[in-house]
């Protein structure tokens, strides 16, 4: 049975603007999401709306066969974790070990338990040698891995990382694959929003389009992003490697090697 | 015309005992697109500081070597002469937005609002913005309402709003979709053919491949690759700096039939390249 489940939601902003319309998602433990989707089509509003940020105008969300409604933000947050976009929305401590800390310090642990917890954490997010650093003295790169560390650190049994990639360069994507392939391995649903292609196609088998505020296709990266007419509603592109095998006229290849293995 | 000259620069912020940016010496030329790529930290937004000025000037720390923009000595400048000729982007959009216009047309307006640009002349340019930036449908909103990506577009056209010579943009596609990516890229051309000196700090090589004219490889704060794209680009050696290449040219080099700049380094010039030798 599906752990975390949005059913038939849609929502509204204050100011009347219709976000999400209708949308129905199903997540088990274990897996490993990717949301893709052009600026605005709806994708943090609907992780928002997972985790109790946001709360749904119609239709509801379940988070282990119970709907969220009569819970608390922070009771769902203890079960989802969302990471903020922009990582300066979430951060407020003075130093790195602090703002990784906050959440143990509130739910009672120990401090050995809590110490050891940190720097686990820490070193999982390339933050072992920082962590008494103000999280302001880091770069925009490296603030948002500490962000990362804060809702991991709480183990929360659905990770949503929105946005993850921006600004990174090779090594620190690098270092996100293998944070969302920690997490699965303990079980964690990890859903992550996304506008670098050649990352979904790097870590992902199942991916989320969404297009105009709804959920479009729900499938392979293969079955993404050879869906030319989907690709092109939604105003994505494929990734590059696709777009050279199109114009060659192969088609379902994905990576380098499986390019290399075609034209060979 | 600008041109920025830099000669053994090095720096070190306050309280730091590390050069973050050290023995720099690279001269841009007017008109070029400069890719400037390299790992998180390893000196791109400080050395971009540096040659808008706000490096001594806001940050302090200890600046040396010598920096001349237009031939004249960068400390010559007051800042808001500076400001006038080197326009920046922040990486973070987030923190562009002026925070007192409530909505997109004031926030474009606001930069021409404080130096006193007459009010004609204000709408004309906004306007001219607004449709350059594809922002048409926003224009009545809140800046802080926008999205991520909506609101990095806002804050590179309040930026090319001032019309500065030299444009610095750091990261100005880190929250955006690839469709509104492409749309910056397509502005960047733009203001290339308007003879503007262009320094793009950018990860997507891929992009940086097609638009820009030269590149700029840092690493720990010391310039380690330049040259022209087809050059630095199809080099293995940009790979052990933590920098990266372009897809297509990870698929010709692991492939191995092509080497050094024979490399293409597009989609474009890649599906072009094996038309042709197909055609012979």
Not at chain 2, 45 to 73: A, D, M, Q, S, V
Request: negative net charge; contains cysteine.
């Amino acid at each position: 049975m599906a752990y975390l489940e949005l059913k038939n939601v849609s929502f509204q902003y204050p100011n009347g603007y219709t976000a999400v319309e209708n949308v129905s998602m199903e997540f088990e433990k274990g897996e490993k999401v990717a949301i893709i989707g052009q600026n605005g089509a709806g994708k943090t509003t609907t992780v928002k709306l997972m985790n109790g940020l946001l709360r749904p105008a119609k239709g509801e969300v379940l988070v282990g066969g119970t709907s969220t409604e009569k819970y608390t933000t922070a009771q769902i947050a203890k079960n989802v974790g969302y990471v903020f976009q922009n990582p300066d929305d979430q951060i407020f401590q003075d130093s790195i070990y602090k703002e990784i800390a906050f959440g143990l310090l509130k739910s009672g642990m120990g401090k050995a338990e809590i110490d050891k917890k940190v720097k686990e954490t820490a070193t999982l997010c390339g933050l072992e040698n920082v962590l008494e650093e103000h999280p302001y003295n880091l770069s925009y790169s490296k603030r948002k891995f500490i962000t990362i560390a804060a809702i991991v650190v709480m183990d929360p049994d659905v990770v949503i990382l929105d946005e993850p990639t921006a600004g990174q360069d090779r090594d620190s994507t690098e270092r996100l694959g293998k944070i969302m392939n920690w997490l699965t391995a303990k079980n964690k649903i990890v859903i992550t929003i996304t506008h670098d292609m050649e990352f979904v196609v790097k870590e992902f088998e199942r991916v989320i389009v969404m297009a105009k505020k709804q959920k479009r296709r729900d499938a392979s990266p293969k079955e993404i992003f050879w869906d030319e007419e989907l690709l092109k509603f939604s105003n994505l592109k494929q990734p590059y490697i696709c777009q050279f095998a199109s114009l060659l006229g192969y088609r379902d290849v994905l990576t380098i090697d499986d390019m290399i293995g075609v034209t060979e | 015309m600008a041109e920025i000259i830099l000669k053994n620069v090095n720096y070190q912020y306050p309280l730091e005992e590390k050069e973050v940016v050290c023995d720099f010496t690279y001269c841009f030329e007017q008109g070029k697109v400069y890719g400037l790529i390299g790992e998180n930290e390893s000196g791109k937004t400080t050395l971009c500081n540096i040659i808008r000025g706000f490096i001594p000037e806001l940050y302090r720390g200890k600046l040396e070597g010598e920096i001349l923009i237009n031939g004249r000595k960068i400390s010559s400048y007051d800042s808001g002469e500076l400001a006038s000729i080197v326009g920046y982007s922040f990486q973070n959009p987030f923190v562009q937005i002026s925070g007192v216009k409530d909505n997109v047309y004031e926030e474009i307006a606001y930069g021409m609002e404080n130096i006193g640009v007459p009010r004609e002349q204000m709408i004309k340019r906004v306007d001219e913005l607004v449709k350059m930036f594809h922002l048409e449908e926003l224009v009545d909103k809140n800046p802080y309402e926008l999205s991520g990506g909506q609101k990095q577009r806002v804050a590179l056209a309040s930026m090319i709003a001032l019309d500065p010579e030299v444009v610095i943009m750091d990261e100005p596609t880190s929250q955006l979709d690839p469709k509104s990516t492409e749309d910056i890229f397509e502005i960047v051309n733009i203001l290339k053919k308007q003879g503007k000196t262009i320094i793009l700090i950018e990860h997507k090589i891929d992009l940086v491949a097609e638009y820009c004219d030269s590149i700029l490889l840092m690493h720990q704060g010391e310039l380690v690759m330049h040259g022209d794209a087809k050059d630095v680009l199809t080099d293995p050696k940009v790979l052990e700096y933590g920098g990266q290449l372009p897809q297509i040219v990870l698929y010709f080099l692991k492939q191995g039939k092509l080497k050094g700049n024979e490399i293409p380094l597009t989609v474009k010039e890649a599906v072009e390249k094996i038309l042709k030798e197909a055609q012979r």
